[in-house]
């Protein structure tokens, strides 16, 4: 029986991490779509306009720290190969690289309106949902919740597919390069290209920096916006 138990929390977290990676993939190939819906056709060219994992891979990123942080603290994060595009060939100069980044977060915002809807539509008594949502990520906990139930395993990978989602979007707003709201700061604040050039050099330690300094209000946030989306699937 134990046995049994820890084959289904490997299955569990083979998906969670299976999820987090396609929901990656996903990000970027919506910022090279935007990029052609706006007339630049880098991305297309590369192909990298594709769901296939295998063009979108950087090892360093999608595998090895996904893999090291989820040993080492049980949760995991990552990135994937920045899709390419030219901003000198989009239509709109001023907003077409604030479109092609905002592009990728909004990717995630309408995957986890979806998976919230349909895990909304799973007929399952209310406390276990919010059992699932809860403890979605306790793996000894959850395969017991979910074992032997059809729904409840789909409610499961739902609510995974939500999490990713939701903490990708909502994390890549934050204005601060290399993240995808650097580029709407950029646009709204009208900065000079030279002082981009700074912020976009200096980007990953001002970002490490706000993480340490903000990680309380930034924990906070993300949770909330978990909640709103949960609630949609409650």
Known sequence: MARFIM???LVLIIFYIAILIYSIILHEVFHGVAA???GDQTAKYAGRL????????????????????FLTTGFAFGGAKPVPYNPYNLRNQKWGPTLVALAGPLSNILIAILAAIFARLISL??????DIMNNFNDWGAISHVI???GGAIIFEVLVMI????????????IPIPPLDGSKLLFAIANIKVETM???EQFGFVLLFLF??????PLGIFLDSMLRLFFSIAN
């Open 7 to 9: 084959l289904n929390e």
């Open 36 to 38: 052609l819906w706006l």
């Open 125 to 130: 008594p209310m406390p276990i949902k919010r």
């Open 147 to 149: 074992s032997g139930s």
């Open 211 to 216: 993480i340490i300094v903000f990680s309380g």
């Open 197 to 199: 050039a700074i912020f």
């Open 50 to 69: 594709t769901a296939n994992p295998l063009k979108h891979i950087d090892p360093m990123m999608t595998i090895f720290v996904p893999l090291i942080m």
């Open 162 to 173: 939500i999490f990713w989602n939701v903490i990708l979007a909502f994390f890549n707003l």
